[in-house]
């Protein structure tokens, strides 16, 4: 029997764990800091354990990698190089759904010469977002063709019906991360011009968008979009652009939230009884009146009646609540993110929904232009599994199986733009209803 070590039992685990617990021939540990939560993801299956272990425990970390076939980490994505090190040494595969950083493609030449296949960006966005890509443009490559366009959106949101605060979000994962990715620089490429966006000014790079069966979106750059034109072997292409969705009004209201600093990660303390008022105060460039909401509005420039305001008064960053988080340790950001979780959270019964939707423009060379658009849209189970849970997890869990069963075999560090890969891949998927639904226009 394979033996599968989980680490991290976060807000996106479950699915991964019950589909792999499902699989005749596997053995799967969940570690998790907080046992408990691994507990409850392994639910007294007989062929799961669950224990507890702290991530910066290296010499018990390297022990439980040596001890199974393959490492699935969902930790922080600082620690993934960490992981990766240590199965390269024990000779152990390794999947993950974040983004290969520099230190991660730095083990490829490592992870060959141990025959260990390290398996990144195998979630949602990256993940179906790359496999449904790639399949489309393979597809036009085969048929004598280029794709000179590609643009590229995903988000996590609530349901239409369930979109029922100021802010159009609620958390189906972690909102630290939710906040610290609207800190990241955007780089994309349009008609052929490179363009370079600030991580202070991200959100100031926002266009409207319009997905049929959902409504009004905004978006947003995501990361660097031209590292991924090798990737996708677009070589040549004028227009590069991945961006994130969201409905309308985040993206202005985040805005503010990083020029007033509330997205800092530099440690701050205050005054046990602090309320968020006296805290939002401290942000302030100008003497304090007493009305933080006036306050903003003159330093921002806004109307007193401006729905940025609303946002952030809703939130009760103007309001006499006092600070619960109390962590010696306390930045900006995690005062923000902890009032966020607080408000925004989905209720009993809920759906959030994942909406991805590509664009490409192809040309062919004794045939018409082609417009072909794909498009995802699941939902989440009410009382069950979140979409985003089972459109980050269920990939990796795939992915993971391909790889113990040795259908897909490819030592060194890899992301699922291979056929070999995201083949197999996004046909299970299909099995359990997560898929893109594609259209073709004669251009």
Not at 115 to 127: A, C, K, R, S
Request: with cysteine; aromatic share 6%; hydrophobic share 40%.
């Amino acid at each position: 029997m394979k033996k599968i070590l989980v680490l991290g039992a976060g807000l996106v685990t479950r699915p991964l764990v019950r589909y792999l617990l499902d699989q005749p021939d596997y053995h799967v540990t969940v570690a998790s800091r907080t046992v408990s939560k691994a507990v409850a993801l392994v639910d007294g299956h007989p062929k799961g354990k669950a224990i507890p272990l702290l991530a910066d425990n290296k010499e018990k970390l390297a022990e439980l990698v040596s001890e199974h076939d393959l490492s699935v980490s969902l930790l922080p994505a600082p620690l993934h190089p960490v992981v990766a090190e240590l199965c390269i040494k024990h000779r152990k595969h390794m999947v993950t759904t974040s983004y290969v950083s520099d230190a991660m493609q730095a083990l490829d030449a490592p992870a060959r010469e141990a025959g260990v296949m390290i398996l990144n960006e195998i979630g949602v966005d990256p993940g179906i977002d790359h496999m449904s890509a790639m399949r489309i443009i393979d597809d036009v490559t085969e048929r004598g063709g280029k794709v000179v366009s590609f643009k590229s959106y995903c988000g996590g949101l609530p349901a239409p019906e369930n979109n029922d605060n100021p802010f159009g979000y609620k958390f189906s994962w972690s909102p630290r991360a939710v906040c610290t990715a609207g800190k990241n620089p955007g780089r994309f490429l349009e008609d052929g011009k490179q363009i370079d966006i600030p991580g202070p000014k991200l959100f100031t790079c926002v266009h409207p968008m319009h997905v049929e069966g959902v409504g009004d979106l905004e978006a947003y750059p995501n990361r660097d979009s031209l590292g991924y034109i090798d990737v996708y072997g677009l070589e040549g292409i004028q227009t590069m652009f991945r961006g994130t969705f969201r409905y309308r009004g985040w993206c202005e209201t985040l805005e503010k939230i990083v020029d007033l600093g509330l997205l800092e990660e530099t440690p701050v303390t205050f005054p046990a009884g602090t309320t968020y008022a006296q805290y939002t105060q401290r942000f302030l460039k100008s003497q304090p009146t007493g009305n933080v909401r006036k306050d903003l509005a003159a330093q921002f420039g806004l109307d007193s009646a401006s729905p940025i305001l609303d946002r952030l008064e809703w939130l009760g960053l103007f309001s006499d609540d006092p600070i619960t988080i109390t962590d010696e340790e306390t930045t900006p950001l995690d005062v923000l993110s902890a009032r966020m979780l607080e408000k925004m959270p989905y209720k009993p019964g809920e759906r959030d929904m994942i909406v991805l939707r590509h664009y490409f423009v192809a040309k062919f060379p004794s045939a018409p232009d082609e417009r072909i658009t794909s498009t995802m849209i699941d939902y989440g189970q009410p009382d069950g599994d979140s979409s985003m849970a089972r459109t980050v997890s269920l990939p990796a869990a795939i992915g993971t199986n391909l790889i113990l069963t040795g259908k897909i075999m490819v030592p060194g560090v890899h992301v699922p733009v291979k056929k070999a890969i995201y083949n197999p891949v996004l046909d299970e998927l299909a099995t359990l209803d997560i898929r893109c639904v594609e259209k073709t226009e004669k251009a």
